[in-house]
């Protein structure tokens, strides 16, 4: 029987970034957010280990999942400016990009499926299955402030 600590135990900041996401697709929006700041703040700006990379991308889909894209952009910048081009890191950076793209209200963007597709190629399906399986709802481009007001008063 080994006594080596799993390896959530030996990085605390990964199980942060899953906590965020988890609580980010549940809708506790506080609680992924502070699980993002508190796991941002163990990494080092510009780290390229593959582990380190997808908790910022991870990090950067909780923040898009409760509507906190402004707030994603400079961790994806962060991603991007670490990821070797092509990699699986730099993919997920672009999938996730595109998502902030379609929930600040651009048009969808054929780089999602393109980038779904790269993911399963480089053996990050499960990465894949994950984006392809939120609720619709919570990458749908989201109502400006302007026309919740004025549908909220309509008759």
């Known amino acids: 029987m080994s006594t080596r600590p799993s390896p959530l135990a ?3 900041e990964r199980r942060l970034y899953l906590f965020a996401f988890y609580a980010a697709a549940a809708g506790y929006e506080r609680e992924a957010c502070v699980a993002v700041t508190k796991a941002l703040g163990f990494l080092r700006p510009r780290e390229s280990e593959l582990r380190t990379l997808r908790a910022r991308g991870l990090a950067a889909l909780a923040l898009v999942l409760v ?3 402004e707030d994603a952009i400079p961790v994806l ?4 400016s670490s990821a ?3 990699s699986r890191s730099a993919v997920f950076g672009r999938l996730v990009t595109s998502l902030v793209e379609r929930r600040d ?3 969808v963007s054929p780089e999602i499926a393109t980038a779904l597709e790269e993911l399963r190629t480089l053996e990050w399906a499960g990465i894949a299955r994950m984006v392809e399986n ?3 709802a919570l990458v749908a481009p989201r109502r400006t402030q302007a026309r919740r007001r004025s549908t909220a008063f309509s008759a």
């Not at 910048?77 to 991007?80: E, F, G, Q």
């Open 10 to 12: 030996r990085r605390p």
């Open 67 to 69: 509507g906190r894209t």
């Open 77 to 80: 910048r962060d991603l991007k």
């Open 84 to 86: 070797r081009e092509g």
């Open 105 to 107: 209200g651009f048009r």
């Open 134 to 136: 939120l609720p619709s």
